[in-house]
């Protein structure tokens, strides 16, 4: 059917439908495989009435083994390796099934993967026929060793499998959570900038006595400048004199001519004070003081 370099050093595809895979109680048999046909053609008719459509497969026949793969996306759903299928066969009844048991390699059960193809499936099982002999070829001439290294081959490619399904399952969440992340900080459309502080009746900020205010740094980055100090001759007047504040002011000393005359009008003021109806002045000028 094909040449033996085809089969060794790569994998001869093909195209067909999927009907799925049923467990069986024989490694073998041609009753065997009936029994797993016509329930599985059962199955699809049932499907078929609810709408639902036989899914396409892509089959790689080569001496490792028969993959089925998605025919789009290309990814492996079944790895059935060549010394774990125990019997191949097509229906003689219908000529677009073929068959073939595979022992899981997980459950040591015994599946039967049945397909559905209108032109090919003769020549499918031929050629996993073929598959077999060269494998068996290369057997007797490495001794036995080749099954061996198979075997670890098809152990690594199962574990390579399953470590980009949980690596594209982690992918998934941490997608998942920065999409979380970016809803939780963005504030939703039209809400503006962030809510002010609340403040009282008068538009003012509450004062806490717990913070203490501090002064903010100028947007420059330099230091606030210190207070600014008066001079001291700030508060003299133009003459050179302190302003006189009745508030602080005490006694003080004066000149004796000022300071008689100031005790004349102490004196005065007292005597207005005791003339009942009398009009005084505190002005010392007034001549009627």
């Known amino acids: 059917m094909h040449t033996p370099e085809a089969l060794a050093k790569h994998y001869i595809p093909y195209n067909a439908k999927f009907l799925g895979n049923t467990e069986v109680e024989a490694p073998k048999g041609t009753e065997v495989v009936k029994d797993a046909v016509r329930k599985l053609k059962f199955q699809r008719h049932i499907k078929k009435s609810e709408?639902?459509?036989?899914?396409?497969?892509?089959?790689?026949?080569?001496?490792?083994?028969?993959?089925?793969?998605?025919p789009k996306t290309k990814d492996v759903q079944y790895n059935c390796q060549l010394h774990r299928?125990?019997?191949?066969?097509?229906?003689?009844?219908?000529?677009?099934?073929?068959?073939?048991?595979?022992?899981?390699?997980?459950?040591?059960?015994?599946l039967c993967y049945v397909f559905d193809s209108e032109k090919c499936a003769e020549e499918i099982t031929l050629t996993i026929g073929q598959a077999f002999d060269l494998a068996?070829?290369?057997?007797?001439?490495s001794g036995g060793k080749d099954v061996e290294t198979r075997k670890q081959i098809g152990t690594l490619q199962k574990r390579i499998q399953e470590l980009e399904s949980e690596n594209s399952?982690?992918?998934?969440?941490?997608?998942?959570?920065?999409?979380?992340?970016?809803?939780?900080?963005?504030?939703?459309?039209?809400?503006?900038?962030?809510?002010?502080?609340?403040?009282?009746?008068?538009?003012?900020?509450?004062?806490?006595?717990?913070?203490?205010?501090v002064p903010l740094p100028p947007s420059n980055g330099c230091p606030p400048p210190p207070p600014a100090t008066l001079p001291p001759d700030y508060r003299k007047d133009l003459f050179g004199a302190e302003p006189f504040d009745p508030f602080?002011?005490?006694s003080a000393d004066f000149p004796p001519d000022i300071q008689s005359k100031l005790d004349e009008m102490q004196e005065g003021f007292k005597m207005g004070l005791t003339l009942e109806g009398a009009v005084f002045s505190l002005d010392p000028l007034d001549s009627r003081c």
Do not use: W
């Open 248 to 250: 602080t002011c005490g």
């Open 85 to 110: 299928i125990s019997f191949c066969a097509d229906d003689k009844t219908d000529k677009r099934i073929f068959t073939f048991i595979c022992k899981d390699s997980e459950s040591n059960k015994h």
């Open 51 to 70: 709408g639902q459509k036989i899914p396409k497969v892509e089959l790689q026949i080569s001496i490792y083994g028969v993959k089925i793969l998605d």
């Open 136 to 141: 068996y070829k290369k057997f007797l001439e």
């Open 169 to 213: 399952e982690l992918k998934k969440q941490l997608l998942d959570l920065e999409d979380q992340l970016m809803i939780a900080h963005v504030p939703p459309a039209g809400s503006g900038s962030m809510k002010p502080l609340s403040t009282d009746v008068f538009d003012m900020v509450p004062f806490s006595p717990v913070t203490p205010l």
